[in-house]
C-alpha cells in the first residue's frame, strides 16, 4: 500500500486528501490460498501461518514459494531444519522449488544481513519460535524472544515493501510461545488446521487487515504435496453413510461462500450426575443453550443424557445457522430417526423458541441443491420467492413447526 505519510514522517495527515493506491497483489499460484488472504499476498505484509506442528505449513510455504519464484525473488529461511532437509522432503513429495533460496539460520541479526543483501520480494520465516536475536539473552522460543524478532522482521517488511510470512508452532502452555502473542503485530493471521488422521486440511483467517475474516481455504495432502480443493461441500459430505440417526446436514457460509457440513450427535443415557455434553467444531455454551431451548420449547428432554456433537471435516460452526442442524442431529439420535437423506437445514434458534433468518438463504439454498439435497428445512423469510428448482422447502418460525416437519 503506497501511503502518503508513511513512517518517519510524523504529520497528521486528513484522509479525505490522501492519494492511497493498491499496491498489486501477487498471486500464490494456489487460488484457495489467495482467497484466505483477501486476494493474494499485499507486498510488505507480514502473515502470520499457526498450526499444529506436522500439519503440512512449511510444505505448503515451500510450494507456495516455488511458485512465485517463477516471477518474484523469494527466501526461504528454515530455523528448523537444514537445507539438505528441506530439500529431501521437497524431493520426496515432488515439489517444485522452482528457484527457491534457502538460507538455513536462527540469528535475527544475520538473517536481516541476508534479506538487505538479496532484497527478496517474499521471505517466509520457518519457524518464528526457532529464530533469536542477540540483544535479548533469553532462551529462543521465548515470549520475548518471538516478539522482539517478529517485530524486526515485520519492520524490516514494511520498509523494504518485502511481504514476511511468519510460521508459528501452537504450542501446549510451556516453554515455547504460540503464535497467539504475535497475532496483534501481523497484518493478517492464518491458521492451518486438519483433523488427525484427515487428509484434508483447513486455512482459515482469523484477522486480516486486507480482507476479509472467517475465509476458509480447503487443501487436500497427498503424496505429492497440497493440493487445492476447489469444492470442498462434495469433499465434507462424500463419506456420509445412508441413514443413520443423529446425521443432520447444514449450509454454512464459510466468507464468501457457502460450504455444506455435517454435523452429527449422539445422545446417550449418562452414568454421572453432571451429564456430559461434549462438542467438537461449536462451542459447548452453545449447545447447552440450544438444549435448553429443545427441552423448554420442544418439550424435548435431555437432562439425563450425556450429548455429544461433532461437526465432521474439522470445519467450526461458527454461524448461528447451524442453530437447527445441531438440534435436529440431537433429536434424532435421541429417538434413533434418521433423517432423511436429501434434506438439508439451517436456522438460527432464539431463547423464546423462534426460528430467526440468517443471510444469504438463497445461497445456502442453491448449493444444497446443486449436491443433490431435495428437501430444505429454513426459516421463514430465507426461502426465495420463485422457490429453488427441484427442491422442496419447508420455511418455519418456531422450533415446535422444525420439530413437526421433522416428524413428518
Ligand atoms: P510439514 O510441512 O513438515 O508440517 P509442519 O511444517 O506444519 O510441521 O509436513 C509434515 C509431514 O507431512 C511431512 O513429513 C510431509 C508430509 N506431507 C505429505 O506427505 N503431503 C502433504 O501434502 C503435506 C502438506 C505434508
Ligand atoms: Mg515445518
Redesign the pocket.
Known amino acids: 500500500m503506497g501511503l502518503a505519510g508513511g513512517p518517519g514522517q510524523s504529520q497528521p495527515v486528513v484522509l479525505r486528501d490522501l492519494q492511497v493506491t493498491e499496491a498489486a497483489r501477487l498471486p500464490t499460484g494456489l487460488t484457495e490460498f489467495d482467497r484466505v488472504l483477501g486476494g493474494g499476498l499485499v507486498p510488505g505484509s507480514a502473515v502470520l501461518i499457526g498450526?499444529?506442528?506436522?500439519?503440512?505449513?512449511?510444505?505448503?510455504l515451500?510450494q507456495t514459494m516455488g511458485r512465485l519464484s517463477a516471477q518474484r525473488r523469494v527466501l526461504y529461511i528454515s530455523g528448523e531444519e537444514s537445507v539438505g532437509q528441506v530439500g529431501l522432503?521437497a524431493k520426496?513429495?515432488s515439489v517444485d522449488c522452482g528457484q527457491v533460496p534457502v538460507l538455513a539460520e536462527t540469528a535475527v541479526e544475520r538473517i536481516a544481513a541476508v534479506i538487505e543483501a538479496h532484497r527478496p520480494e517474499v521471505v517466509v520465516v520457518?519457524?518464528i519460535q526457532t529464530i533469536y536475536t542477540e540483544l535479548l539473552s533469553s532462551a529462543p522460543g521465548s515470549v520475548s524472544q518471538v516478539r522482539e524478532c517478529a517485530a524486526q522482521l515485520v519492520r524490516l517488511g514494511k520498509v523494504t515493501q518485502m511481504a514476511v510470512f511468519l510460521?508459528g508452532?501452537v504450542t501446549k502452555e510451556g516453554a515455547i510461545a504460540g503464535p497467539r502473542v504475535l497475532e496483534h503485530m501481523v497484518d493478517t493471521v492464518l491458521y492451518?488446521e486438519g483433523e488427525t488422521g484427515s487428509r484434508f486440511?483447513v486455512m482459515r483467517a482469523v484477522k486480516n487487515r486486507f480482507g476479509a475474516t472467517g475465509e476458509l481455504g480447503v487443501?487436500?495432502?497427498?503424496?505429492?504435496?497440497?493440493?487445492e480443493v476447489k469444492s470442498p461441500s462434495a469433499i465434507f459430505l462424500s463419506h456420509r453413510s445412508v441413514q443413520t440417526p443423529g446425521s443432520a446436514v447444514c449450509v454454512l457460509r464459510e466468507g464468501s461462500r457457502p460450504l455444506l457440513v455435517e454435523v452429527q450427535a449422539l445422545v446417550d443415557e449418562t452414568a454421572l450426575a453432571n451429564p456430559r455434553r461434549v462438542t467438537v467444531g461449536m462451542e459447548a455454551n452453545r449447545l447447552a443453550m440450544l438444549l435448553a431451548v429443545l427441552h423448554r420449547h420442544g418439550g424435548i428432554a435431555t437432562g439425563g443424557q450425556d450429548v455429544f456433537v461433532n461437526v465432521v471435516g474439522g470445519v467450526r460452526l461458527s454461524e448461528t445457522a447451524g442453530d437447527l442442524a445441531v438440534v435436529l442431529a440431537v433429536l434424532s439420535s435421541l429417538c434413533g430417526r434418521p433423517l432423511a437423506h436429501e434434506l438439508v437445514v439451517f436456522g438460527e434458534l432464539g431463547l423464546t423458541g423462534e426460528v430467526r433468518p440468517v443471510p444469504h438463504g438463497e445461497e445456502r439454498l442453491r448449493e444444497a441443491a446443486k449436491h443433490g439435497f431435495k428437501r430444505a428445512i429454513v426459516p421463514c423469510h430465507n426461502a426465495p420467492k420463485g422457490g429453488i428448482a427441484g427442491m422442496e422447502i419447508v420455511q418455519v418460525k418456531t422450533l415446535q413447526e422444525a420439530l413437526a416437519a421433522f416428524k413428518g
Open positions: 498450526g499444529d506442528p506436522g500439519i503440512g505449513k512449511s510444505t505448503l515451500l522432503r520426496r513429495l520457518d519457524s510460521v508452532h492451518f486440511r487443501f487436500a495432502m497427498t503424496e505429492g504435496g497440497l493440493k
